[in-house]
């Protein structure tokens, strides 16, 4: 059971539901900005015989198929813990992350295989009109700004899939870019911009591609939280009064939330409910304070006679419920 913030400061976190909301918000937004775009790029680049903003009406497409992507796995991560998955479904955004780094890897190699094909034969690409390079302005300028909104709301609600996500808007961004660069290139007789600029935009969003998918990968086989955090929950569990010490802290990322092992060190003289109300109030304080959905805790004597009998935890109704002893 997820414990809410008792305050809606700054460092407070939210919830599943406040998440998966503004997930799906942001998400919806992104669908109907790349639906204008997709339609209008590939309209224009045909009217106009401009083959570089036809493909760049594609990669926008390719964003549509990113952004349903993450309405299903937001969809599943957000559902409640069942028998298959006892943990619950969070790990979900993490597959999404995968496969968003995926297509962020092939919309690069794509464009560094037409950026190769175009630098071998040059003097093939025909006059465009110069509407091309107004659309593809405006393009940019909206792809830009929408990859700012979702930035912004993934950092917010800490969410690495829709940080993902608009990294993938930025791509297309610069997937405008090199469009622009190239249009504005080949109506100034210099056929050579565009495919020079898309070889090294593909190459960086290549690069971010990989670094996603394997980012995706390492989490997904159980890797740890950075050392920063487990220091931070370490802290929490000293912090509670009747623990006298911690260790053995374990964690591994469960989509942006962790699971939490830990050994914690009580009175030897203590009652084994003592014991059990000091490792209850341990837990409701770190699902409080930190993006945690669950701490396993193993409570260990602590040898100390002359301060075994120090003041226990109040414990909340229901609360002893809620760790196993």
């Known amino acids: ?175 405008s870019l090199v469009v622009g660069i190239g249009i504005a290139g080949n109506l100034a007789g210099y056929p050579l911009l565009d495919p020079i600029a898309a070889l090294i935009v593909g190459l960086m969003v290549a690069r971010m591609g990989w670094n996603f998918s394997w980012d995706a990968l390492h989490d997904l086989m159980d890797r740890a939280a950075d050392e920063q955090e487990v220091q931070a929950i370490r802290q929490t569990l000293l912090e509670t009064p009747g623990v006298r010490g911690v260790h053995d802290v374990r964690t591994r990322k469960m989509g942006d939330m962790m699971l939490v092992d830990a050994h914690l060190e009580v009175g030897a003289s203590l009652s084994v409910e003592a014991g059990h109300d000091i490792a209850v109030e341990a837990r409701r304080r770190v699902l409080q304070r930190h993006r945690v959905l669950n701490l396993m805790s193993h409570i260990d004597p602590w040898s100390r006679p002359d301060l075994d009998h120090a003041p226990l935890p109040r414990i909340a109704e229901g609360g002893r419920d809620q760790v196993p002893g």
């Open 1 to 175: 059971m997820l414990i809410t913030p008792e305050d809606d400061s700054e460092d407070s976190l939210h919830t599943p539901e406040e998440r998966a909301a503004a997930a799906a918000r942001s998400t919806w937004v992104s669908v109907a900005v790349n639906l204008v775009l997709t339609t209008v790029q590939i309209v224009v680049g045909i009217l106009s015989k401009s083959q570089g903003l036809v493909a760049d009406g594609i990669h926008s497409l390719s964003d549509l198929v990113a952004d349903f992507v993450v309405l299903l796995a937001n969809h599943h991560a957000k559902k409640d813990a069942d028998a298959d998955h006892p943990y619950g479904h969070q790990r979900f955004e993490t597959a999404a992350s995968l496969a968003l780094g995926l297509l962020l890897l092939g919309v690069g190699l794509g464009m560094l295989w037409a950026a190769l094909t175009k630098l071998e034969n040059p003097h093939e690409l025909p006059q465009v009109h110069v509407v091309a390079l107004w659309v593809a302005g405006a393009a940019l300028l909206g792809k830009e700004l929408l990859f700012r909104y979702m930035l912004a709301v993934a950092k917010r609600v800490k969410s690495s899939m829709l940080v993902a996500n608009a990294w993938h808007a930025r791509s297309d961004a610069a997937s």
